[in-house]
């Protein structure tokens, strides 16, 4: 079936080093992958996505790139902050009409 | 505030007592889905609906659960007989179908805690 296979947290890190979050997924034909994020207290909300091969997502400084051949959508940021503290969710969806299914998620605290 | 809402926020009952939650979503998004989130993992897809029809449903999903979406609007999702593994944070998202970006616009979610 689909599911998506997230790096294990927590994940503690220094303001400004650089940051991976690994994420692989398993699926059949093609579908779209997206990393959502939770702040503590808010709700979930898209991070950036991409929706085929090779496409690379990006936002606020983090970027994910698709890549089939890997079956991975690893998360980067090349400095992190402690704004940055929140846990993240890589998920799936494997058809634009179909639901959405997530990884565990990692939790990531910034010290500054 | 024209997000996701959810009520209530948090719920303590007793093992044994029906929960309703209620969802009302961004108002001209056709698609609502309600999920459960445990300690330590990921959101796990629970239902469904496209407007008032519920288009599908987790094996998760026992017969003490029930989810409704009368009027394409707001949803509700009723768990009867509530037992202790039943605790956890019940999120509601919603979207537009033919949006093409996917996102899934989540509520805060109702925290669940059985007694």
């Known amino acids: 079936g689909n599911s998506v296979t997230q790096m294990e947290g927590p994940v503690t890190l220094s303001e400004e080093a650089f940051l991976t979050i690994n994420c692989t997924y398993t699926?059949?034909?093609?579908?779209?992958l997206f990393w959502y994020v939770q702040y503590p207290g808010e709700g979930l909300q898209l991070l950036l996505k991409?929706?085929?091969?090779?496409d690379k997502g990006s936002n606020k400084g983090f970027e994910a790139t698709y890549r089939k051949e890997t079956t991975s959508f690893h998360l980067e940021k090349g400095s992190v902050q402690v704004s940055d503290s929140a846990v993240y969710f890589c998920?799936?969806?494997?058809?634009?009409?179909?639901?959405?299914?997530f990884g565990s998620g990692t939790r990531l605290s910034i010290r500054p | 505030d024209t997000g996701v809402s959810q009520d209530p926020r948090h719920k303590i009952t007793k093992r044994g007592q029906n929960v309703t939650f209620r969802c009302d979503p961004i108002?001209?998004?056709?698609?609502l889905y309600w999920y459960r989130q445990t300690l330590g993992q990921g959101p796990e897809f629970l239902t469904y609906?496209?407007?008032?029809?519920?288009?599908?449903k987790s094996r998760l999903l026992s017969d003490r659960f029930s989810a409704e979406r009368p009027k394409g609007s707001f949803s509700t999702l009723e768990i009867q007989r509530t037992e202790q593994g039943d605790s956890a944070m019940y999120l509601c998202a919603s979207r537009y179908l033919a949006d093409g970006t996917g996102e899934l616009f989540f509520g805060e979610g109702s925290r669940l805690t059985v007694l």
């Open positions: 998920a799936l969806r494997y058809s634009s009409a179909s639901k959405i299914i």
């Open positions: 108002s001209e998004h056709n698609r």
């Open positions: 991409a929706t085929k091969a090779d």
């Open positions: 609906f496209q407007n008032e029809a519920q288009l599908e």
């Open positions: 699926a059949t034909g093609y579908p779209s």
